[in-house]
């Protein structure tokens, strides 16, 4: 069963950065949309940030980009989430997840189980 999983969540100060990573496990995602998607405690999902197979990124307008930034490696099928100057409003489980499309949205095929970052005041 294809999986992804997530690491590099944990606590961090407000202004500080935390880098995600995402691994696939059971297939590659090599030729796949990989992305990130969050959700706060009380909250409905917030897509964060995708990236296709030729490096093409897309954060989808939302306020996050500047602050995010969303790479991957294709020999490893990876993808990673920079994440700086981080706020509590950042507070929130991160979805690593993937399509065989790049799209905007919470529509992703393949969900990863979750990180928990924590951003305290």
């Known amino acids: 069963q294809a999986q992804l999983v997530e690491s590099g969540g944990g606590l961090v100060q407000t202004g500080g950065s935390l880098r995600l990573s995402c691994a696939p496990s059971?297939?590659?995602?090599?030729?796949?949309?990989m992305g990130w998607i969050r959700q706060a405690a009380g909250k409905e999902r917030e897509f964060v940030a995708a990236?296709?197979?030729?490096?093409?990124?897309?954060y989808c307008g939302n306020s996050l980009e500047g602050r995010f930034t969303i790479s991957r490696d294709n020999a490893k099928s990876t993808v990673d989430l920079q994440m700086n100057n981080l706020t509590p409003e950042d507070t929130a489980v991160y979805y690593c997840?993937?399509?065989?499309?790049?799209?905007?949205?919470?529509?992703?095929?393949?969900w990863g189980q979750g990180t928990q970052v924590t951003v305290s005041s």
């Open positions: 990236i296709n197979w030729a490096g093409y990124s897309i």
């Open positions: 059971g297939r590659t995602f090599s030729r796949s949309a």
């Open positions: 997840v993937a399509d065989e499309r790049l799209v905007c949205g919470p529509h992703y095929k393949y």
